[in-house]
């Protein structure tokens, strides 16, 4: 009743109308008519033009809500006053409508027209208000209208309201899934977002819409880190758990050192010149293997460590873990200490924060000892520690017992012992027994100390402690036959029936060493037999049986009496017991074929059980989650990755245009560390240089490409030949070699130094036809190359070892990683290119380069075209990245007239829509006249699909050729793409039909998601066929190059040797497709493809099948 | 994240609920119930119950248990952190966070958690922004509320939210501009049964109450900052300032907050302001036990030492307790055990003393371990650490501010093991 007090007060007594009601309990009974009646009283006042009377019910209406009572049928007389004009009444109306609209949708929508209103108010706390409880309000007809109002709202000028629409994408997508699409546009431009307000909730709407699109990190990972200090709290929680992720899939392990080198490898690490040669000793044996180079951090990494340190310091406990799990997962070995004052300052919190605190240090105290070492006394434990903290505290500080450390434990352990808590003393026994079996110097001094709690008084705390003795013994029984002894005794007073048990247990496991005492005890033992406990009566069975079997002739009678009195037991578990080890040992006249054996059965030597922390392992759950706490997967648990095994692509991260100046300096200070996982320079090099050189002397694509094939097996030998010829020819076109002067000035080459000696000319249309030729011709070339080159990969850098120069130049190269290289080129050249020909120069749809090779690191083939990319003067988003490109036919010369048109997959990321597949398409004007304004027109798709037409080409001059890029998103279908090419006289009817493996990207997975995800597509989803091997496909190498060559997938790292795993996602949809090919004996394999578009799995077995049986 | 709230008291009802998703029924804290009686003591219950469809995450504070619906992993942290902010926001707004107060006034109660989460993430945490939503329940209250036909839209909007600093509400005017900070230093500590110390450190917070005008920059410095050795701050705070320089620099918010929690270098010994000699002995025989307790003040740095407090939790079987205290008063509640002696202000020259019998359920053995003692104590005027605030300075605005600087030190979890 005090409510009704209250409301008195504030109504000032104007209204006496529902006073009685107000304080209307569901216990004081009130019938149903006067239940009626209270409402319709409600509804009186909500009808009234007065506003005090509607706030008035709106407030008893809402205290009902609160309460748990059911208002909801006045659900049409509150959603009338929607429209008030009074601000608080409006208020109360959307709390209530927000929590009724579900069960009243049709009335619901009635209210809907004012939020629209709402949506297109100056104010923009009106606006941002209207949104979220449009949003809140569950009715699923009104998606397509909440999803028009979170659009609109995304791109309002006010931050706030911004973040509303942020608030809002994890409301709708809760209603309907399917616009996950359409919300994850919305998730990526909000994501681009500047201001802090809207970045800790857009992070949360990616965390629950999208987590798995890590992709869309990149491009505001640093600005993500730059903001993080001045997100409101709550967001800071969710963008550190975020980054922790996103940081395990794109950044090394900062500890990989010593996992590889163990002990000596840090020491390797930092230490002198001579050491490090020694590191590089051991590296080239391992280089085969492992090709690890010294860990130099990601300056992003370092990025995100240092911005977030300050964050220890903040006074929200949920931040400073969030931090304290990024630093343990992610942070080097010397660096994660500083967390640990942070974390045991949370302690002094509320005791729900100290034992989520307590769980976490727990799990790190086993990794990480000596961290928390310091701070051992607080963890000291009080007897005001409420038990569940006890034992946290306990664990925490068994944790920490070292050699060291362990008298003071100890001692401390001493006092807490004599605690009143039992269910703390039983632990803290426990926690003994585990020091004892951790640090072989205290084992006696904790047997004694148990064995002297043997005599207290308390028998839980006696049986705890011959429970833990008992396990404590079975590792060493032979030198402590005295305790044995001692606990024979014990028999005599010792009533909980656990400890008796365990005590006859030990006696008869040991018999042998405690041979005089065993028989007396079974002795008394019989004569108790019929008070004992049932664990207890069997334990006796078991000892008399051990006996029986070890010195039958002094226990035989007692045997006999015991198994006897067994035998009438009331438990049937004893008489069936009784009943098995009679005729397991007593020898009869047809004794059963085991009895031989039953010393063996019952003296069997036993493992000595393992006193183990509960928290071990539980660091493979992300610290601070809920399913670490529980130890369980929770729903919506993102898995925390492994470490990749090299760094993906680090210029992903790079910001285009504004921050460019700002960030080349950057780069150029990371190229220096950065880890490069692909090979030495100079091999990628020479092929593509070569190739474009005998290219353009020759003119033909076979014979080009087999002298790169050459080149590969040999890499040292041709790179002087094609720096010789490179001379040669390169004096025909000196703008070239000018070109190629200032693109090599950065990396250092020997080729750029001779090539600047000859000048060039016709540099355009040399350029033109290296273009072309190369993407022609590595169709072929390269992939009968690549083996070989992979071989001489070895070699040469043997040789190198060698050849002093050459050592320096490989020792400049690793440091600069192609990528960032060619996307520095290219921007360089895109300028250049502008000044020398505008009028050739294309300029494509996407600026980003973003080489592929984030994944497919074991496969040498694409290293390799990662680094052919530097050397060529194209533009790169048009060059084809992979070597098993090839090229199809659009239009033939002779049917375009002179205009020959080709395409290729280039497995390049479209940018401009992730969902379409990149077609790069080349033109070449074979006719003597110039061709103007190439575009595509009316194009007719298939429903669903989309295409996004490159820009027209206005001018294509005669014999020169262009390559354009345009997207096609062919809806996971390999239907063909129709349209019509036009010149500015003719047009062509041509089609785009992709091959399967065209229609997926690579998709990252370590070996565990990769059998989850595997597990999760069995069925009807998974296609398996036999095949036997090709004759060159027998190698894991081939197997690797056909698969990837046939299908854009990723390898997947594999335990087994035999087998060899793949996944990627279909482009449009982000379907999994995983395919794994398990090699057998005699050239026979197994394939299998497990993938939820069925007809995408099946045409992709017959893909693969092929290129494996060739 | 947050998907529900329930309030429930110590005999089991649940006195509110609040749902920010679709709705959750209110059986799911059956399973509470079900591991509060698994749990005996609420301190005991544990704070994440796994349920087969949700996770529930609770606190106890005031004797209300603040239940949690959870549906999908979140940090249980960060749910723990909200909760407690919640308790605390209902102090803040009525002075108390209790069942009595949260029934007054709930309808606020309810608006409150509205605008605390959205979709069950935090919104509006920050007590400045709440309060120029929902004007806390004073006389002006039921003012605004007879006018309300005319009230200003803007007025209830949450215009701070959209400010750089939502700490602090915007247009604050005082005609007394002032500004206290009280350094209150706890000492933690474990002493054993000869006094010797097992385990003692020294932690402080620093709570201010700012009534300033406009928007002043504030900048605190102390005369020996080295002996901070870990700090926390209000967000307020800009960290880089102290990184660099060892000040406190912040825009205050309005009223009262917490500034600063720091932790004293362990290094440093800790000064132990009392003693306490004690000696608690039970008998084999005719049930019955001795206790003789006296406590002297030890290194106080001057100061006397005030509201001493010792409290002992008896073991279960001691039934009474005749005792004779020379100072203060004594109380034994035989039902929680509990034995409280309030001896005041410590006396130099007469320490005082407790002692007498303690009677035993007969029969019972004698209880194994002897109780430890919790001391509770204040000494005004000192900060057992030796931090000393140098000056405090405003830029920005041009009044004069009345400022002032209090220390306090208290016992923390101070506990003599007997």
Request: proline share 5%; glycine share 4%; with cysteine.
């Amino acid at each position: 009743m005090s409510t009704t007090s209250a409301f008195n007060d504030e109504k000032g007594g104007s209204s006496s109308a529902g006073e009685p009601e107000y304080g209307h309990d569901p216990a004081s009974g009130g019938i149903f008519s006067s239940d009626y009646k209270r409402h319709d009283d409600l509804k009186e006042m909500l009808d009234s033009n007065k506003d005090s009377l509607k706030l008035e019910a709106m407030k008893r209406i809402v205290a009902m809500i609160a309460r748990g009572k059911n208002a909801s049928d006045l659900f049409p007389a509150v959603v009338k006053n929607v429209a008030c004009k009074n601000i608080e009444v409006k208020k109360l109306v959307y709390v209530y409508l927000v929590r009724y609209a579900e069960e009243q949708q049709d009335l619901a929508l009635l209210s809907i027209s004012t939020f629209q209103r709402g949506l297109k108010d100056p104010n923009q706390l009106i606006r941002a208000s209207a949104l979220r409880v449009l949003s809140s309000i569950r009715v699923t007809i009104i998606v397509p209208i909440m999803m028009l109002a979170i659009k609109e709202a995304a791109s309002d000028m006010s931050p706030y309201v911004r973040k509303t629409a942020a608030h809002a994408i994890p409301k709708l997508y809760s209603l309907d899934p399917e616009q996950k699409d359409q919300l994850i546009e919305v998730i990526e431009k909000l994501l681009a977002d500047k201001t802090t307000l809207v970045a800790g909730s857009v992070v949360m709407a990616f965390e629950e819409v999208c987590p798995e699109r890590i992709d869309l990190i990149h491009k505001n990972y640093r600005k993500l880190c730059n903001l993080l200090i001045d997100v409101e709290e709550w967001g800071q929680v969710v963008i550190i758990n975020m980054l922790t992720r996103y940081a395990r899939t794109q950044f090394l392990n900062p500890n990989i050192n010593e996992s590889l080198l163990e002990e000596g490898g840090e020491k390797a690490f930092y230490g002198s010149d001579d050491e490090d040669d020694d590191d590089e000793e051991k590296k080239a044996e391992a280089a085969a293997l492992a090709k690890r180079k010294p860990y130099v951090m990601d300056p992003d990494h370092r990025l995100l460590l240092r911005n977030t340190k300050p964050l220890l310091q903040s006074r929200n406990a949920a931040v400073v873990m969030a931090v304290a799990q990024l630093y343990f997962h992610l942070a080097p070995k010397a660096e994660v200490g500083v967390i640990a004052k942070a974390l045991v300052r949370l302690m002094r919190s509320h005791s729900e924060v100290q034992y989520v605190v307590l769980q976490n240090v727990a799990t790190m105290t086993i990794k990480r000892r000596g961290m928390f070492e310091p701070y051992l006394k607080s963890f000291y434990i009080r007897s005001t520690d409420p038990t569940q903290i006890k034992i946290l505290k306990l664990e925490v500080l068994t944790n920490l017992a070292n050699e060291t450390n362990i008298s003071t434990i100890l001692r401390e352990f001493q006092t807490y012992i004599k605690s009143m808590d039992k269910d703390f003393v039983a632990a803290t026994i426990q926690a003994i027994g585990r020091c004892a079996t951790n640090i072989g110097e205290v084992r006696d001094t904790c047997l004694n100390g148990l064995v002297q709690l043997l005599s207290n008084r308390d028998e839980l705390v006696v049986a705890e402690s011959v429970v833990v003795i008992k396990k404590l013994l079975q590792m060493q029984p032979e030198q402590h036959s005295d305790i044995i002894k001692h606990m024979a005794k014990l028999t005599d007073n010792i009533q909980v029936p656990m400890a008796r048990a365990s005590i006859l247990w030990l006696i008869g496991e040991y018999c042998e060493h405690v041979p005089k005492i065993a028989p007396d005890v079974l002795r008394k033992m019989a004569k108790s037999f019929t008070n004992e406990e049932d664990i207890v009566k069997l334990q006796i069975l078991n000892l008399a049986a051990k006996l029986y079997l070890t010195n039958s002739k002094q226990t035989k009678l007692l045997t006999q009496y015991v198994l006897n009195l067994a035998k009438y037991d009331q438990n049937y578990d004893i008489r069936d017991r009784a009943r098995f080890i009679r005729q397991l040992i007593v020898p009869t006249d047809k004794s059963g074929a085991l009895s031989k054996y039953a010393k063996k059965l019952f003296l069997a030597l036993k493992p000595a059980p393992v006193l183990e922390s509960p928290f071990k392992d539980r660091d493979h759950f992300q610290l601070g989650s809920l399913s670490h706490l529980l130890n369980a997967k929770a729903g919506g648990y993102q898995e925390l990755p492994d470490w990749p095994e090299s760094a993906p692509d680090p210029s992903v991260r790079n910001v285009e245009v504004p921050e460019w100046t700002k960030c080349t300096s950057r780069k150029e200070r990371k190229e220096k560390k950065v880890e490069k996982p692909f090979y030495s320079d100079s091999e990628g090099e020479s092929g593509p240089t070569e190739s474009a050189d005998s290219e353009s002397d020759t003119g033909s694509g076979s014979e080009s490409g087999s002298e790169e094939s050459g080149s590969g097996s040999e890499s040292e030998e041709s790179e002087e030949e094609s720096e010789s010829e490179e001379e040669e020819e390169d004096e025909e076109d000196e703008r070239t070699k000018k070109k190629k002067k200032i693109e090599k000035s950065k990396p250092k080459k020997p080729e750029s130094a001779e090539s600047d000696q000859s000048s060039g000319e016709e540099q355009k249309r040399n350029r033109k036809v290296v273009k072309e030729r190369r993407s022609g011709s590595e169709s072929e070339s390269e992939e009968e190359s690549e083996s070989e080159s992979s071989e001489s990969e070895s070699e040469s850098e043997e040789e190198s070892e060698s050849d002093t120069d050459i050592k320096k130049k490989k020792k400049a190269a690793p440091s600069k990683p192609p990528p960032k290289q060619t996307k520095k080129e290219s921007k360089k050249e895109t300028k250049e290119m502008s000044l020398l020909d505008l009028d050739d120069f294309d300029p494509t749809p996407s600026p980003q380069v973003t080489p592929v090779n984030n994944f497919l690191s074991s496969s040498l083939v694409a290293d390799l075209e990662g680094l052919s990319l530097t050397d060529t003067v194209l533009a790169p988003t048009t060059i084809a990245p992979s070597s098993s490109v090839r090229m199809y036919e659009l239009l033939h010369r002779i049917t375009g007239e002179g205009l020959a048109v080709e395409y290729c997959f280039s497995r390049q990321p479209f940018s401009p829509d992730p969902h379409m597949v990149a077609v790069q398409i080349q033109f070449t004007n074979n006719t003597s006249s110039e061709s103007k304004s190439l575009h595509i027109e009316d194009p007719k798709l298939q429903s669903g699909m989309r295409i996004k037409e490159f820009p027209e080409i206005e001018l294509l001059p005669a014999g020169e050729s262009v390559n354009v890029v345009m997207g096609i998103d062919f809806c996971d279908s390999t239907q063909a793409a129709n349209f019509q090419l036009c010149t500015h006289t003719r047009k062509f009817f041509v089609s785009i039909q992709p091959p399967v493996g065209e229609l997926m990207v690579p998709a990252f997975l370590t070996e565990n998601e990769f059998k989850k995800e595997q597990g999760q597509l069995m069925g009807m989803n998974e296609i398996s066929e036999k095949l036997n091997l090709g004759e060159k496909c027998q190698s894991d190498h081939a197997i690797v190059e056909r698969v990837t060559a046939k299908a854009n997938l990723s390898r997947v790292p594999c335990g087994s040797e035999k087998e060899n795993r793949f996944a990627g996602k279909t482009v449009s949809s982000g379907s999994l497709v995983l395919v794994t090919v398990a090699r057998k004996e005699g050239g026979g394999a197994q394939l299998t493809v497990n993938c939820e578009k069925m007809v995408i799995g099946t045409m992709l077995v017959k893909d693969i099948l092929q290129a494996l049986t060739q | 994240m947050i998907h529900s709230l329930f309030l429930i008291n110590n005999s089991g009802d649940i006195f509110l609920e609040k749902h920010w998703k679709s709705v959750i029924s209110r059986s799911v804290c059956d399973y509470f119930f079900e591991a509060q009686e698994k749990a005996g003591e609420p301190d005991n219950v544990p704070p994440v119950i796994r349920t087969p469809h949700h996770y529930l995450i609770n606190i106890y504070r005031e004797k209300i248990f603040f239940v949690s619906v959870i549906q999908t992993e979140v940090p249980p942290l960060f749910v723990i952190e909200f909760l407690h902010r919640v308790a605390e926001m209902f102090q803040d707004y009525f002075g108390e966070c209790s069942e009595v107060t949260i029934k007054d006034n709930l309808v606020i109660v309810y608006e409150l958690l509205e605008e605390m989460l959205d979709n069950g993430f935090p919104l509006a945490t920050e007590s400045n922004i709440l309060k120029e939503m929902i004007k806390p329940p004073t006389i002006l209250r039921s003012m605004v509320n007879t006018i309300t036909g005319s009230s200003n839209l803007g007025a209830t909007l949450p215009t701070g939210q959209l400010s750089t600093i939502p700490w602090r509400r915007a247009d604050v005017k005082y005609t007394n501009n002032e500004a206290y900070f009280d350094v209150v230093e706890e000492i933690d500590a474990i002493l054993d049964k000869s006094g010797t110390t097992v385990f003692a450190e020294i932690q402080g917070v620093i709570d201010a109450c700012v009534k300033l005008s406009g928007m002043p920059d504030l900048t605190l410095s102390f005369m020996n900052p080295r002996l901070l050795d870990d700090v926390s701050f209000h967000p307020c705070v800009r960290f880089k300032r102290w990184e660099s320089e060892r000040v406190l620099s912040f825009i205050p918010p309005d009223g009262n907050f917490r500034l600063m929690s720091y932790h004293v270098n362990a290094q440093n010994l800790v000064a132990i302001p009392v003693y306490v000699k004690q000696n608690i002995s039970f008998f084999e025989s005719g049930s019955s036990g001795r206790l003789d307790i006296t406590v002297g003040p030890k290194q106080t740095m001057g100061k006397t030492v005030e509201c001493v407090l010792v409290t002992i939790h008896m073991p279960k079987v001691v039934l009474s307790a005749n005792l004779t205290a020379t100072q203060g008063t004594y109380t034994y509640d035989p039902v929680t055990k509990i034995l409280v002696w309030d001896i005041g202000k410590l006396n130099q020259q007469k320490l005082p003393n407790l002692k007498g019998s303690l009677s035993l359920q007969s029969g019972a053995p004698k209880p194994e371990e002897n109780p430890s003692l919790n001391i509770d104590l204040k000494i005004q005027q000192l900060a057992i650490s030796g931090l000393k605030v140098n000056r405090l300075d405003m830029y920005v605005e041009k009044y004069k501010p009345f400022k002032g600087v209090k220390y306090v030190t208290k016992a923390g979890k101070f506990q003599v093991r007997t």
